[in-house]
Protein backbone atom coordinates (compact mmCIF):
# COMPACT_ATOMS: atom_id res chain seq x y z
CA UNK A 1 0.00 0.00 0.00
CA UNK A 2 1.72 3.33 -0.74
CA UNK A 3 1.90 5.60 2.00
CA UNK A 4 2.35 9.51 1.98
CA UNK A 5 4.35 11.66 4.16
CA UNK A 6 4.01 14.57 5.73
CA UNK A 7 7.02 16.52 7.26
CA UNK A 8 7.17 20.07 9.03
CA UNK A 9 9.59 22.35 9.55
CA UNK A 10 9.84 25.68 11.28
CA UNK A 11 12.71 28.36 10.75
CA UNK A 12 13.52 29.57 14.57
CA UNK A 13 14.79 32.79 14.25
CA UNK A 14 13.24 35.63 16.14
CA UNK A 15 15.45 38.92 15.57
CA UNK A 16 18.17 37.15 13.11
CA UNK A 17 15.70 36.81 10.84
CA UNK A 18 15.19 40.26 9.90
CA UNK A 19 18.99 41.42 11.62
CA UNK A 20 19.37 43.88 8.68
CA UNK A 21 16.10 45.82 8.40
CA UNK A 22 15.00 45.09 11.99
CA UNK A 23 12.45 47.65 12.87
CA UNK A 24 10.91 48.82 16.31
CA UNK A 25 7.96 46.66 15.60
CA UNK A 26 10.14 43.52 14.67
CA UNK A 27 12.09 44.09 17.77
CA UNK A 28 8.90 44.19 19.60
CA UNK A 29 7.00 41.31 18.24
CA UNK A 30 9.96 39.09 18.80
CA UNK A 31 10.32 40.01 22.44
CA UNK A 32 6.56 39.12 23.01
CA UNK A 33 5.21 37.43 20.85
CA UNK A 34 7.35 34.16 19.39
CA UNK A 35 7.73 32.37 22.77
CA UNK A 36 3.96 31.82 23.74
CA UNK A 37 3.63 31.16 19.49
CA UNK A 38 6.30 28.31 19.95
CA UNK A 39 4.29 27.09 23.15
CA UNK A 40 1.29 26.82 21.03
CA UNK A 41 2.58 25.27 18.15
CA UNK A 42 4.50 22.57 20.32
CA UNK A 43 0.66 22.22 22.33
CA UNK A 44 -0.64 21.10 18.92
CA UNK A 45 2.32 18.58 17.77
CA UNK A 46 2.04 17.07 21.13
CA UNK A 47 -1.87 17.19 20.84
CA UNK A 48 -1.90 14.98 17.62
CA UNK A 49 1.77 13.60 17.81
CA UNK A 50 3.48 15.48 15.18
CA UNK A 51 7.56 15.63 15.26
CA UNK A 52 8.16 18.03 13.60
CA UNK A 53 12.07 19.49 12.30
CA UNK A 54 12.60 23.02 14.01
CA UNK A 55 15.73 24.52 12.58
CA UNK A 56 17.67 26.86 14.75
CA UNK A 57 19.74 30.27 14.26
CA UNK A 58 22.75 28.76 16.41
CA UNK A 59 23.22 32.59 17.59
CA UNK A 60 19.99 32.35 19.72
CA UNK A 61 21.87 30.18 22.44
CA UNK A 62 25.19 32.35 21.83
CA UNK A 63 25.08 35.45 24.37
CA UNK A 64 28.05 37.29 22.87
CA UNK A 65 26.28 37.37 19.60
CA UNK A 66 23.18 39.09 21.13
CA UNK A 67 25.01 41.79 22.77
CA UNK A 68 25.99 43.90 19.20
CA UNK A 69 22.27 44.20 18.47
CA UNK A 70 19.31 46.63 19.07
CA UNK A 71 16.12 46.35 21.41
CA UNK A 72 15.83 43.97 24.35
CA UNK A 73 18.22 40.74 24.59
CA UNK A 74 15.31 38.27 24.22
CA UNK A 75 15.03 39.20 21.10
CA UNK A 76 18.49 37.74 20.23
CA UNK A 77 19.26 35.30 22.93
CA UNK A 78 15.97 32.42 23.34
CA UNK A 79 17.66 29.02 25.08
CA UNK A 80 14.09 29.47 26.96
CA UNK A 81 12.53 28.38 23.40
CA UNK A 82 15.27 25.65 23.03
CA UNK A 83 14.97 24.14 25.96
CA UNK A 84 11.04 24.16 25.94
CA UNK A 85 11.04 22.38 22.23
CA UNK A 86 13.87 19.58 23.71
CA UNK A 87 11.33 18.89 26.29
CA UNK A 88 8.56 18.39 24.69
CA UNK A 89 6.14 15.50 25.49
CA UNK A 90 6.20 14.55 21.38
CA UNK A 91 9.64 14.16 20.46
CA UNK A 92 11.08 17.20 18.18
CA UNK A 93 13.85 17.27 15.79
CA UNK A 94 16.70 20.27 16.48
CA UNK A 95 18.46 21.40 12.97
CA UNK A 96 20.19 24.49 11.93
CA UNK A 97 19.24 27.39 10.28
CA UNK A 98 22.31 28.41 9.99
CA UNK A 99 25.13 30.47 12.16
CA UNK A 100 23.63 33.92 12.16
CA UNK A 101 20.77 34.12 9.40
CA UNK A 102 23.29 34.92 7.01
CA UNK A 103 22.70 34.51 3.29
CA UNK A 104 24.33 31.72 2.03
CA UNK A 105 24.33 32.98 -1.96
CA UNK A 106 25.95 36.36 -1.05
CA UNK A 107 29.15 35.13 0.88
CA UNK A 108 32.52 33.33 -0.12
CA UNK A 109 32.42 29.63 0.66
CA UNK A 110 34.91 30.45 3.54
CA UNK A 111 32.34 33.19 4.91
CA UNK A 112 29.88 29.83 4.76
CA UNK A 113 32.59 27.67 6.01
CA UNK A 114 32.84 30.09 9.30
CA UNK A 115 29.14 30.41 9.61
CA UNK A 116 28.76 26.88 9.55
CA UNK A 117 31.40 26.02 11.95
CA UNK A 118 30.37 28.41 14.53
CA UNK A 119 26.51 26.64 14.38
CA UNK A 120 28.18 23.33 14.75
CA UNK A 121 30.27 24.24 17.87
CA UNK A 122 27.19 25.87 19.22
CA UNK A 123 24.62 22.47 18.95
CA UNK A 124 27.07 20.37 20.19
CA UNK A 125 27.80 22.63 23.20
CA UNK A 126 24.37 22.28 24.12
CA UNK A 127 23.35 18.74 22.90
CA UNK A 128 21.34 19.42 19.82
CA UNK A 129 21.44 17.76 16.64
CA UNK A 130 23.11 19.12 13.74
CA UNK A 131 21.69 16.78 10.74
CA UNK A 132 19.41 19.07 9.05
CA UNK A 133 19.37 22.05 7.56
CA UNK A 134 17.19 25.07 6.08
CA UNK A 135 18.87 27.77 4.28
CA UNK A 136 18.42 31.37 5.61
CA UNK A 137 16.04 32.94 2.54
CA UNK A 138 15.84 29.30 0.65
CA UNK A 139 18.99 31.25 -0.49
CA UNK A 140 20.91 27.82 -1.53
CA UNK A 141 24.43 28.47 -2.22
CA UNK A 142 27.92 26.21 -0.61
CA UNK A 143 26.40 22.84 -0.80
CA UNK A 144 29.37 21.54 -0.91
CA UNK A 145 30.63 23.20 2.51
CA UNK A 146 27.27 22.67 3.95
CA UNK A 147 28.09 18.66 3.11
CA UNK A 148 31.48 18.71 4.87
CA UNK A 149 29.64 19.64 8.65
CA UNK A 150 28.24 16.72 9.00
CA UNK A 151 24.42 17.96 7.66
CA UNK A 152 22.77 15.22 5.77
CA UNK A 153 19.50 16.58 4.93
CA UNK A 154 18.70 20.29 3.56
CA UNK A 155 15.40 22.05 2.49
CA UNK A 156 16.34 23.79 -0.52
CA UNK A 157 13.02 26.49 -2.48
CA UNK A 158 10.08 24.91 -2.76
CA UNK A 159 9.13 22.58 -5.55
CA UNK A 160 6.62 23.28 -8.94
CA UNK A 161 5.99 26.76 -9.58
CA UNK A 162 7.95 29.04 -7.08
CA UNK A 163 11.20 27.20 -7.52
CA UNK A 164 10.97 28.14 -11.67
CA UNK A 165 9.90 31.65 -10.37
CA UNK A 166 13.29 32.12 -8.23
CA UNK A 167 15.25 32.16 -11.77
CA UNK A 168 13.75 35.38 -12.42
CA UNK A 169 15.04 37.32 -9.39
CA UNK A 170 14.17 38.03 -5.70
CA UNK A 171 11.18 39.94 -7.17
CA UNK A 172 9.56 37.19 -9.64
CA UNK A 173 9.86 34.64 -6.61
CA UNK A 174 7.80 37.34 -4.35
CA UNK A 175 5.39 38.03 -6.90
CA UNK A 176 5.26 34.33 -7.74
CA UNK A 177 4.61 33.52 -3.69
CA UNK A 178 1.69 35.86 -3.58
CA UNK A 179 -0.23 34.25 -6.68
CA UNK A 180 0.33 31.05 -5.53
CA UNK A 181 -0.90 31.39 -1.82
CA UNK A 182 -4.21 33.45 -2.71
CA UNK A 183 -5.00 31.10 -5.45
CA UNK A 184 -6.48 27.62 -4.09
CA UNK A 185 -3.58 25.80 -6.34
CA UNK A 186 -2.71 22.37 -5.07
CA UNK A 187 1.17 22.16 -3.55
CA UNK A 188 3.40 19.82 -5.08
CA UNK A 189 4.50 16.58 -3.41
CA UNK A 190 8.64 16.52 -2.67
CA UNK A 191 11.12 13.69 -2.81
CA UNK A 192 14.36 12.89 -1.39
CA UNK A 193 16.95 14.14 -4.38
CA UNK A 194 20.49 13.12 -3.76
CA UNK A 195 22.55 16.62 -4.16
CA UNK A 196 26.23 15.48 -3.88
CA UNK A 197 26.68 14.01 -0.47
CA UNK A 198 23.40 15.34 0.70
CA UNK A 199 19.99 14.51 0.72
CA UNK A 200 17.44 17.55 -0.25
CA UNK A 201 13.82 17.64 0.76
CA UNK A 202 12.31 20.26 -0.46
CA UNK A 203 9.60 22.11 0.58
CA UNK A 204 6.44 21.99 -0.39
CA UNK A 205 4.27 25.15 0.97
CA UNK A 206 4.99 27.86 3.40
CA UNK A 207 2.44 29.24 5.40
CA UNK A 208 2.27 32.88 4.92
CA UNK A 209 1.68 35.56 7.89
CA UNK A 210 -1.18 37.80 7.51
CA UNK A 211 0.58 41.10 7.92
CA UNK A 212 -0.18 43.45 4.74
CA UNK A 213 -1.34 42.40 1.74
CA UNK A 214 -1.19 39.22 3.12
CA UNK A 215 -3.52 39.39 5.50
CA UNK A 216 -6.73 39.56 2.51
CA UNK A 217 -5.39 35.71 2.24
CA UNK A 218 -8.36 34.11 3.05
CA UNK A 219 -8.07 31.26 5.66
CA UNK A 220 -10.54 28.77 3.34
CA UNK A 221 -7.53 29.21 0.60
CA UNK A 222 -5.11 28.00 2.77
CA UNK A 223 -7.00 25.08 3.97
CA UNK A 224 -8.30 23.90 0.52
CA UNK A 225 -4.41 23.89 -0.80
CA UNK A 226 -3.38 22.25 2.72
CA UNK A 227 -5.92 19.31 2.39
CA UNK A 228 -5.20 19.28 -1.83
CA UNK A 229 -1.24 18.76 -0.48
CA UNK A 230 -1.96 16.33 1.75
CA UNK A 231 -4.33 14.14 -0.64
CA UNK A 232 -1.57 14.28 -3.41
CA UNK A 233 1.07 12.85 -1.31
CA UNK A 234 -1.42 10.60 -0.22
CA UNK A 235 -2.20 9.26 -3.01
CA UNK A 236 0.75 9.15 -4.67
CA UNK A 237 3.39 8.27 -1.62
CA UNK A 238 5.30 11.77 -2.18
CA UNK A 239 6.07 14.01 0.85
CA UNK A 240 4.21 16.94 1.56
CA UNK A 241 6.71 19.17 3.41
CA UNK A 242 4.90 22.19 4.86
CA UNK A 243 7.22 24.89 6.60
CA UNK A 244 6.86 28.58 8.46
CA UNK A 245 8.35 30.40 10.27
CA UNK A 246 7.05 31.23 14.04
CA UNK A 247 6.94 35.03 12.93
CA UNK A 248 4.02 33.88 9.80
CA UNK A 249 2.20 33.60 13.11
CA UNK A 250 2.35 36.89 14.90
CA UNK A 251 -0.76 38.53 12.88
CA UNK A 252 -4.38 37.24 13.16
CA UNK A 253 -2.54 34.34 15.34
CA UNK A 254 -5.83 32.71 16.66
CA UNK A 255 -6.96 32.29 13.02
CA UNK A 256 -3.48 31.14 11.93
CA UNK A 257 -3.45 27.99 14.76
CA UNK A 258 -6.90 27.45 13.78
CA UNK A 259 -5.93 26.35 10.60
CA UNK A 260 -2.95 24.41 11.10
CA UNK A 261 -5.00 22.76 13.73
CA UNK A 262 -7.61 22.15 11.33
CA UNK A 263 -4.77 20.04 8.88
CA UNK A 264 -3.28 18.70 11.48
CA UNK A 265 -6.27 16.57 13.00
CA UNK A 266 -7.03 15.30 9.50
CA UNK A 267 -3.21 14.37 9.05
CA UNK A 268 -2.95 13.15 12.41
CA UNK A 269 -6.53 10.75 11.02
CA UNK A 270 -5.29 10.41 7.88
CA UNK A 271 -2.01 8.67 9.77
CA UNK A 272 -4.21 6.44 12.19
CA UNK A 273 -5.75 5.19 9.27
CA UNK A 274 -1.91 4.12 7.83
CA UNK A 275 -1.96 6.39 4.77
CA UNK A 276 0.05 8.91 5.62
CA UNK A 277 3.29 8.86 8.41
CA UNK A 278 5.01 11.83 10.16
CA UNK A 279 8.64 12.42 9.14
CA UNK A 280 11.20 14.42 10.69
CA UNK A 281 13.68 15.53 8.00
CA UNK A 282 16.77 13.57 9.26
CA UNK A 283 14.91 10.49 8.55
CA UNK A 284 15.10 11.20 4.24
CA UNK A 285 18.79 10.21 4.85
CA UNK A 286 18.42 7.04 6.41
CA UNK A 287 15.81 6.09 4.34
CA UNK A 288 18.19 7.08 1.21
CA UNK A 289 21.02 5.37 2.83
CA UNK A 290 19.36 2.30 3.48
CA UNK A 291 17.80 1.91 0.08
CA UNK A 292 21.38 2.48 -1.33
CA UNK A 293 22.54 -0.36 0.48
CA UNK A 294 19.90 -2.81 -0.50
CA UNK A 295 20.66 -1.47 -4.08
CA UNK A 296 24.36 -2.16 -3.74
CA UNK A 297 23.47 -6.00 -2.20
CA UNK A 298 21.24 -6.94 -4.71
Known amino acids: MTIGKVTISIDLELAWGV ?31 VPATWLVVAALLDQDSARSHPGSKSCWYAPDVIERIVAAKVRQEIGSHSGRHIYFDRISSDEAQEDLDFAKRV ?24 AGTGIRVMRSRDVGFLRTAHHGGRLSARAANYIDQFLPVPPRQSFPET ?16 NGLRRFLLPPVTRAKLLLGLERARRAGGTFHLWF ?19 LGRAADEASRGHIE ?11 EASTVARAVG
Open 19 to 49: WETATADDLRLAEIAERPICAMLLDLFGRYQ
Open 123 to 146: HHANDLGFESFAFPGNAVGHVNVL
Open 195 to 210: VGQLVDIPGSMQILGR
Open 245 to 263: HPSNFYYRRDEQLATLAWF
Open 278 to 288: FRTMSSYAARV
